[in-house]
């Protein structure tokens, strides 16, 4: 267990544990005890962490739908554009603005627009790519990346107390508690 | 129909697998032992000799090609056996065969991803690589074949001085389009599943070089329940976009042919049995990589006989559906009433090339049902020996789709045989070096498995036990 002096400033405390299954209990009970900057970490995606953590849903469906019609909207102008006004060009006498051709570009457009929504807005609301996170600082939070699972109480939570919080995270089944220094 | 709690499970469960169904992973494994049997093939200071072997040999195959495109950019695409009326032959055969065999890696992450096939995991991966690896091979032949590529850049709308936009009504304008999309978001389909790995390979890294090179592709990843929160929904969606992409895109590639009016390409079933070849010749790459990769790194725990089996399965089913496509081929020439379509069809049987087309209808028409025996889909050395003898296959029904209706169209003052010279041998065989020299540095560079969906595979046997 890792106790920082107190002139350190802290990120938060960090709890590790050793199954998803504890993992999800103490968040059940962190988020009880009244704590709202809460935050797990885990090597893969657990199941029902973002009920125990109350999480909203993600904004990534929305957005990638915007991204589509983004996408299709483009196409659609742009196809019209070359072939109706920019270069008009007859072919076997049929209209220019020969819109059932235009559906593989417009599919196209669509999917690479909803697709790149999809990917850039992932990287943008989980804030990457940050090189530097104060949770960096803990030697043992590599293990997040491997097999164990963690559960970190931020400072700026109005209730955190760097003695209480930690002796609240010491009392749940946890294998060890760290302090982050920030 | 899913029910509401289904749709919140993660990606990857299922439910209990049958008895008689072979395991998808075998051993007890943790979380930290798959981990470390992944990444420790990549974080070592010792390379095998078998990656030194194969890796030079690609590179020797790979200065086959540099030395071809300097040729061919130096003298021109004469120096190539195309003429009219051949004049798309040996690049356009190889474009298609290249872009079919990537489509298997999105099959593979996308739309059994969508089906919660858990035997995806611990392929998906590096067929995903696969697919990048085939696409690169691919653009290269359309981009040589415009003569001058280096104006490759016209084929793009764009505003320019000469005051030309590109034809919106052409099915090659499609094919840029398609190819292109396929590209990009196969690309970010692949990088967003191996974010989460290279942040895995970061904090397991003791080289300092080996944690800045990681670390910088990791991004910063920390694994919380946010970041996976939307990295999976951004992963499920990307997995349903590239679904109908995958379907698109060789159907686009089929439309090249169909919208066209030479005897022989000009058929409505092109579009859907193009997709069934794609996904045929891809699953035969798959396992042509797969089989030599597990018995060489030891991953046959990962990489198991489901694995090998199912994709079989797939080849069955597939296969079957290109042989449906041939005897609809034939019998839509025969009622067309039109001579041409009828001449060639007895032309491809019959004529200078029927050895070609023999073999393909021997091979993609046969080979795929001897897959009905589990003896044959598990065993493995036939299985290996298989799957080159369909990409074979696969290639000649590209060379027969695409030379022998071209040699003889409707005036016979202009038909004309098709020679390949040295220098289409030495461009096809050139890409080959350049795809496993871009698969060999992956799998020494990169987790050639997806780390944390084992890890998840793991955490759902474990449930299973208990």
Known sequence: MTTLADDVELYGCLAEFVTPEELIDAARRTRAAGYEQVEAYSPFPVHGINEALGLRPSWIPRLTLVGGVCGAISALLLEYYCAAIAYPLNVGGRPLNSWPSFFPVLFELTVLGASSFAFFGMLIINGLPRPYHPLFNVPEFKLAQRDRFFLAIEAKDPRFDRVETRAFLEQLPTKAVYDVPE | ?466
């Open chain 2, 1 to 466: 129909m899913m029910s509401e709690s289904q749709h919140k499970e993660p990606i990857g469960s299922s439910l209990p697998q049958a008895s008689d169904e072979l395991p998808v992973l075998i051993g007890k494994h943790t979380y930290g032992s798959v981990t470390d049997k992944i990444c420790d093939i990549v974080l070592t200071r010792h390379t095998p000799w078998f990656w030194w072997a194969g890796f030079s040999t690609a590179v020797m195959f790979l200065g086959a090609l540099l030395a071809t495109i300097y040729h061919v950019l130096t003298t021109g695409i004469g120096a190539w056996g195309n003429n009219i009326p051949v004049a798309w032959a040996f690049p356009i055969v190889n474009f298609v065969w290249w872009i079919g065999i990537g489509h298997a890696g999105t099959f593979i992450s996308a739309f059994l991803l969508l089906l919660r096939q858990e035997w995806r995991t611990s392929i998906n991966r590096f067929a995903e690589a696969m697919t990048l690896f085939a696409v690169t091979c691919a653009g290269i032949f359309p981009l040589m074949h415009l003569g001058r590529p280096w104006l490759f850049y016209w084929l793009f709308p764009y505003p320019n001085t000469m005051t030309l936009w590109p034809q919106f009504r052409s099915p090659l304008l499609w094919d840029v389009f398609a190819v292109s999309t396929y590209a990009t978001v196969s690309f970010l389909f692949w990088y967003a599943g191996l974010i989460p790995d290279v942040a895995a390979m970061r904090d397991k890294a003791r080289n300092h070089w080996a944690r800045l090179f990681f670390g910088v592709l990791a991004l910063g990843w920390r694994g919380s329940a946010r970041h996976w929160q939307h990295h999976q929904s951004a992963y499920l969606l990307l997995g349903g976009l590239g679904t109908p992409l995958v379907l698109s895109v060789h159907s686009i590639v089929g439309l090249d042919f169909a919208v066209s009016l030479v005897p022989g390409w000009h058929s409505t079933i092109f579009p859907p049995y193009f997709v069934a070849g794609a996904i045929f010749s891809g699953f035969a790459m798959v396992l042509t990589l797969a089989i030599p990769l597990r018995y060489l790194y030891g991953l046959e725990e990962l990489v198991t006989l489901r694995h090998l089996n199912n994709a079989a399965k797939v080849l069955l089913v597939t296969g079957s559906i290109v042989s449906y496509g041939y005897l609809m081929e034939a019998f839509f020439e025969y009622y067309s009433g039109d001579i041409f379509e009828r001449f060639l069809a007895v032309e491809r049987a019959t004529g200078p090339y029927a050895w070609s087309f023999w073999s393909l209808i021997g091979i993609n028409m046969f080979v795929p049902q001897l897959f009905w025996f589990s003896k044959v889909r598990q065993n493995v050395k036939l299985l290996w020996v298989l799957s080159l003898v369909i990409q074979v296959g696969m290639w000649l029904e590209r060379f027969v789709i695409v030379v022998i209706s071209l040699q003889k169209d409707f005036l016979p003052s202009s038909w004309h045989k098709y020679y390949p010279t040295i220098w289409d041998f030495s461009m096809f065989f050139g890409t080959i070096g350049l795809f496993f020299t871009l698969f060999f540095l992956f799998i020494r560079l990169l987790p050639m498995i997806a780390i944390s969906e084992v890890r998840e595979l793991v955490h759902i046997k474990q449930e299973h036990v208990q």
